[in-house]
C-alpha cells in the first residue's frame, strides 16, 4: 500500500503553522488545554503521506511556530538573539523528528493494513515517536530543553492526574495516540460503523477518567515562605545586600508565627554566607527570631568552582547544615559551553556571563527535622530526574526555588509554574514554589492552589502544608516508561522498514489511503 499525502505542500505548511500556534495556547498565560489535541492533529495530518524532506520543512515550519511564541520570554532582556537561536535550534530538531513520524505512516502501513493496525498499532508508533522527539530535545544538547513538552501543558485540566501513573512522558504518548487514532478513525471512512470508533473512545476514557493515584497521608508541615521582590534581575541596579534586605523585610510578619521551616527563593541571598561571616550572621539571627530552620539559596563558591546552592541553615550553626547544588545550570544563562567558539558570533552577549556554574551531584534532598523535603532550583523543575530522585530520597514535601526577575512582564513564571504543578501531581506530593519576584505558590498534592503571591508583589506565605508518603508509579517507573516509549517506538520503525523493504511496494500502488 502506498500512503499519498492527504493535503498538498502549501496546504500542510499552513496546517503545520497552525498547529504550532494552536499548541501554544494550550499553555499558560492562555492555558487553553483542548487545544493541545487541536495542535497535535493539525501538526500530524501534514506529515501523513509526506516524504522526508517535506516532512522536515513541515516539522520546522510547526516548530517555529511553537517555539517563536512559547518561549519568546527569552528576548526580554537580552534582544532577538538568544530568542531566535533557542527557538530555530529547537524547531531544526522538531523538523528532524518530523521525519520518523512520517516514515511511520508510510511503513507500518505496508507491514499490517487492517483496521485494527490503522486504529490502534499506527497510533501507537506515531506516539511514541513524537515522545522521543520531546525527549531528545529535552536532553541534547548541553542537557536539552523539555520546555514546552504536550504533557505540561495540561497542568490545570482534569488529564493531569494520568501523570501520577505513568509521567509526563506517558501522558503526551496518550495525548498524542488519541489524536492519531482520531485521524484514521476518519481515514478509514466508516464512521457508521460503531467497532472503528472503539479504540480511541477507550484512550479518550483512559485519559479522562484515570483517578491520581494515592499518596498516604504523613500529617503536615507550617510552612513559611518569602518573595521579597528585590532588585535580582540580572541587569537590575542594586546596593550592597538590597535582596537580603528586601527578603528580610518580606520575612518580618512570620517573625512570632509557629514555623516548622522559612524558605526563600533562589537568589534571596546576594553573597556567599558560607564566605561571608557578615551574612552568615543575619541569617543566624533570622533562625533565632522565627525559631525554625531556613532554606535559603545563594551562589557558593569551593575552590575555584562556583555553584547555585539552596542551602539549610540553622541558627548557631555558622554554616550550612546541608548544600543541593542545582544539577541542571542553564546553558548560555549560568554557563557557556564551547564559550570561543560561540564568543565568535556573539562577544557582547557571551561576555555578560562572567562565572561559570559547576552541575551538582548531591541528592536533591534535605533533612529538616525528621521530614524528607525534596528540592529543585529554577529549570530544575522542568527536568524528570530531579524531582524523580527527590521522592526516591524520601521527600515528604517538595520546596522549589527560583528566580523569575529576568522574565519580568512575560509567561515564563506561569510556564515554570506549571511544571511545579505538575510535579505535585506526578509525585502525589505538595509542592511550595517561591520565587523572587512571582508568581509563587504553595501547591496541594492534587495541584491545587493552597496560597499565593501574585507577581511583582512582596509578600510571605504561611500556611500547614499536607505531607505524603509513598510512591507513585511515575516516580518508579517513569524512566522504564520512556525507554519503553522511546526505544521501542525506534525499534518498531525500524522493523517495519525492513520488513516492508522486502515486500514490493508497487504491488500495492492502486490502492493508495485517503
Not at 19 to 31: D, E, H, R, S, Y
Not at 164 to 173: E, T
Request: glycine residues 10%.
Amino acid at each position: 500500500m502506498v500512503t499519498r499525502p492527504i493535503l498538498p505542500l502549501w496546504a500542510a505548511l499552513v496546517s503545520a503553522a497552525l498547529g504550532g500556534l494552536a499548541l501554544t495556547t494550550a499553555f499558560p498565560a492562555l492555558g487553553w488545554w483542548p487545544m493541545a489535541f487541536v495542535g497535535v492533529v493539525l501538526g500530524l495530518v501534514p506529515l501523513i503521506g509526506r516524504r522526508a524532506w517535506s516532512a522536515v520543512l513541515v516539522g520546522l515550519v510547526f516548530g517555529l511556530a511553537f517555539y517563536l511564541v512559547n518561549v519568546s520570554f527569552t528576548a526580554r532582556y537580552l534582544g532577538p538573539v538568544p530568542w531566535l537561536a533557542l527557538s530555530t535550534l529547537e524547531a531544526l530538531l522538531m523538523a528532524v523528528g518530523a521525519v520518523p513520524i512520517t516514515l511511520a505512516y508510510r511503513w507500518l502501513p505496508r507491514v499490517r493494513d487492517g483496521a485494527w493496525a490503522r486504529l490502534v498499532a499506527l497510533p501507537a508508533l506515531v506516539a511514541a515517536l513524537w515522545v522521543l522527539r520531546e525527549q531528545v530535545i529535552g536532553t541534547w544538547p548541553y542537557g536539552g530543553f523539555p520546555w514546552g513538552r504536550v504533557g505540561i501543558s495540561q497542568a490545570d485540566s482534569p488529564l493531569a492526574s494520568v501523570s501520577s501513573w505513568v509521567g509526563v512522558a506517558g501522558l503526551s504518548f496518550l495525548m498524542v495516540m488519541l489524536c492519531a487514532s482520531g485521524i484514521e478513525w476518519v481515514r478509514l471512512r466508516r464512521l457508521r460503523d460503531v467497532r472503528t470508533v472503539v479504540a480511541p473512545a477507550l484512550i479518550a476514557v483512559l485519559l479522562l477518567a484515570l483517578p491520581q493515584f494515592p499518596t498516604t497521608d504523613a500529617g503536615t508541615m507550617r510552612v513559611g515562605a518569602a518573595q521579597g521582590n528585590g532588585p535580582t534581575g540580572y541587569f537590575d541596579q542594586r546596593s550592597r545586600n538590597e535582596v537580603l534586605n528586601a527578603q528580610l523585610a518580606a520575612s518580618a510578619p512570620l517573625f512570632g508565627e509557629d514555623l516548622d521551616v522559612l524558605l526563600w527563593p533562589e537568589g534571596g541571598v546576594d553573597s556567599d554566607p558560607t564566605q561571608s561571616a557578615g551574612t552568615a550572621r543575619v541569617l543566624d539571627a533570622l533562625s533565632e527570631e522565627v525559631e525554625a530552620p531556613l532554606i535559603i539559596a545563594a551562589v557558593t563558591q569551593r575552590g575555584d568552582e562556583y555553584f547555585n546552592s539552596a542551602l539549610l541553615w540553622e541558627a548557631g550553626s555558622d554554616n550550612p547544615v546541608d548544600v543541593y547544588d542545582k544539577r541542571h545550570p542553564v546553558p548560555f544563562g549560568e554557563y557557556v559551553p564551547n564559550r570561543p567558539l560561540y564568543r565568535f558570533f556573539a562577544p557582547d552577549l557571551i561576555d555578560l556571563i562572567q562565572r561559570e556554574y559547576t552541575p551538582g551531584t548531591a541528592p536533591p534532598f534535605f533533612d529538616v527535622n525528621g521530614v524528607g523535603v525534596g528540592l529543585a532550583i529554577c529549570f530544575d523543575v522542568i527536568y524528570d530526574d530531579v524531582a524523580w530522585d527527590g521522592a526516591l530520597e524520601g521527600a515528604e514535601i517538595f520546596m522549589f526555588q527560583t528566580n523569575n526577575a529576568d522574565f519580568r512582564g512575560t509567561d515564563e513564571n506561569l510556564q515554570q509554574l506549571a511544571f511545579a504543578r505538575m510535579r505535585a501531581v506526578e509525585t502525589g506530593r505538595s509542592v511550595v514554589n517561591i520565587s523572587t519576584v512571582g508568581t509563587s505558590q504553595i501547591i496541594a498534592p492534587d495541584g491545587t492552589e493552597i496560597a499565593g503571591i501574585a507577581a511583582d508583589t512582596a509578600g510571605h506565605m504561611l500556611a500547614d502544608v499536607p505531607l505524603r508518603t509513598g510512591l507513585t508509579p511515575a516516580v518508579l517507573l517513569g524512566g522504564a516508561i520512556q525507554v519503553l516509549l522511546t526505544a521501542g517506538g525506534a525499534i518498531v520503525l525500524v522493523v517495519c522498514g525492513v520488513v516492508g523493504r522486502r515486500r514490493s511496494p508497487r504491488g500495492d500502488a492502486k490502492t493508495p489511503v485517503p
